[in-house]
């Protein structure tokens, strides 16, 4: 009798801790890990950050596979230009990404040699120390690092590799209502809203993305290197809050 009891105890704690953590993971925070290097130098691949679901409210992309239990957005925040958000891509809805909101909702956004306009304003940019980046074999690659400063005084980095990239010339266009428009810091290495992207729906933001809470450096030796584990791990980069 006291074994079943006890059987029955652990079945109530399993079931408890998997609701509280599909409660936390649909309502609060949900994990992300950065597979791309799009966002350098800002996150790296192998970085792993929670996302805050509450920030922008509720679609159903917000839920469990998204099921569609409403349309739009429930108790609903808009996203500030600057912020670095996960959000759903609009061409297929079914894969995650992560980039930078950099035109809201009537902002008209228009690229000339690199240079980044908004509302016929030029973006104004500082150039700093050039990133250097380093894969598995030892191949370096290099790019021009910048700290951009967005119309409300959003500072972030940015790297290019040139001003004269297939994505450095983009016409004059405004974004829809309802909609934004993203870009990746590592700009001439992302599939953003410049490209097969396209403008993201308010309908599609899952969240912002606010801290890292681990990073490993996945090209630093071989995945079955147990070994290495301490030397691979990102210390610096623990706990960093997103900027």
Do not use: C
Not at 225 to 232: T, V, Y
Request: hydrophobic letters at 35%; glycine letters at 8%; aromatic letters at 16%.
């Amino acid at each position: 009798m006291e074994k079943e009891e006890s059987l029955v105890d652990t079945i109530k704690t399993i079931v408890y801790a998997v609701l509280i953590a599909v409660f936390i993971r649909t309502f609060m925070f949900e994990p992300f890990k950065i597979p791309s290097g799009s966002m350098y130098s800002t996150l790296h691949v192998g970085d792993f950050l929670f996302v805050s679901k509450y920030t922008y409210g509720y679609s159903k992309y917000s839920l469990p596979f998204g099921i569609p239990l409403f349309d739009g957005r429930i108790w609903a925040g808009e996203p500030s230009r600057g912020d670095v958000v996960v959000f759903r891509n609009p061409q297929d809805n079914k894969k995650d990404f992560i980039k930078r909101v950099i035109g809201l909702p009537g902002d008209k956004i228009k690229l000339e040699k690199g240079r980044l306009y908004i509302n016929g304003e030029i973006v104004e940019r500082e150039q700093i120390e050039d990133f250097v980046l380093r894969d598995e074999y030892g191949n370096v690659e290099r790019y021009r690092q910048y700290i951009e400063t967005l119309p409300g005084g959003k500072k972030h980095k940015i790297l290019e590799i040139s001003d004269y990239e297939d994505y450095d010339n983009v016409p004059e266009f405004t974004v829809p209502d309802g909609n934004y428009f993203m870009m990746g810091d590592n700009r001439d290495r992302s599939d953003d809203s410049r490209v097969n992207v396209g403008f993201v729906p308010f309908e599609n933001l899952v969240g912002k993305a606010r801290i890292l809470f681990f990073s490993y450096d996945s090209t630093d030796g071989h995945w079955y290197e147990l070994w290495n584990l301490p030397r691979k791990i990102r210390w610096s980069r623990m706990f960093d809050k997103i900027q």
